[in-house]
């Protein structure tokens, strides 16, 4: 089945060290999302690739990078995470139509932890 | 202003009952889309229906139907006979050219507990 992954699902990491964390995806979409989704929050998007664009949300903070080397593949890298960065990390897919019609197709989320 | 808003944070009913979530929508966008989605316990986000601003019929699948009314801003969501399996929080979303080009505003969500 097509499908978005994320891996691992449950990540913990120490204050201040980087940590990665990846999503594949085989629906061959161009649109790629981070949110991040802080208990009993909506999710909110950090940024979002558009095939090889990136853009990225004014109010997410620089900690917070990405990266998408292929179609298939997007990483969230968080280079000093913080104990507030503890969240629940949710990548989606979209298929790269018309911009207000699309629909997300969301992974299973990774859940950080910050010790 | 392009808003969501989901007044119930939290619902709970006893298997069988039937349970309507609302959602209250602003936007000043002619052309818009509007989508629910369930989120279980394990995280992942499930998308379960999307509609635009167009179609107004309302939609049934299953036990599961939407009512979308443009003059009250409204696509409230309703669970029929409701089981266990359908406790989970229930995201009600937006999107439309002035969320900004693939944002979709998700409202605060409604937690839906259904006991047994």
């Known amino acids: 089945d097509a499908m978005v992954i994320q891996n691992p699902r449950y990540q913990v990491t120490q204050f201040g060290k980087p940590v990665t964390l990846s999503c594949s995806q085989t629906?061959?979409?161009?649109?790629m999302y981070w949110y991040q989704q802080k208990s009993s929050q909506a999710p909110k998007l950090l940024f979002h690739y558009y095939d090889k664009d990136f853009n990225n949300e004014a109010d997410t903070p620089d900690n917070f990078q990405s990266r998408r080397p292929n179609t298939s593949f997007c990483f969230l890298d968080i280079r000093s995470p913080g104990l507030g960065d503890a969240a629940m990390y949710l990548c989606?897919?979209?298929?790269?139509?018309?911009?207000?019609?699309?629909?997300?197709?969301f992974g299973p989320g990774t859940r950080l932890l910050v010790l | 202003a392009q808003k969501v808003t989901q007044a119930q944070t939290e619902i709970s009913v006893v298997e069988k009952e039937d349970v309507t979530l609302d959602c209250v929508y602003e936007t000043r966008d002619t052309t818009y889309y509007l989508f629910w989605y369930k989120q279980p316990p394990s995280g992942e986000l499930v998308f379960l229906i999307r509609?635009?601003?167009?179609?107004?019929q309302n939609e049934i699948s299953g036990r599961y139907s939407w009512n979308f009314q443009k003059s009250t801003s409204s696509f409230n969501f309703t669970i029929t006979a409701s089981q266990v399996v359908d406790s989970a929080v229930y995201f009600c979303a937006l999107s439309g050219l002035n969320t900004g080009g693939f944002k979709t505003i998700f409202g605060a969500g409604t937690r839906l507990f259904v006991k047994a």
């Open positions: 509609r635009n601003s167009f179609d107004e």
């Open positions: 989606a897919t979209s298929r790269g139509g018309i911009t207000e019609e699309e629909t997300q197709y």
């Open positions: 629906l061959n979409h161009n649109v």
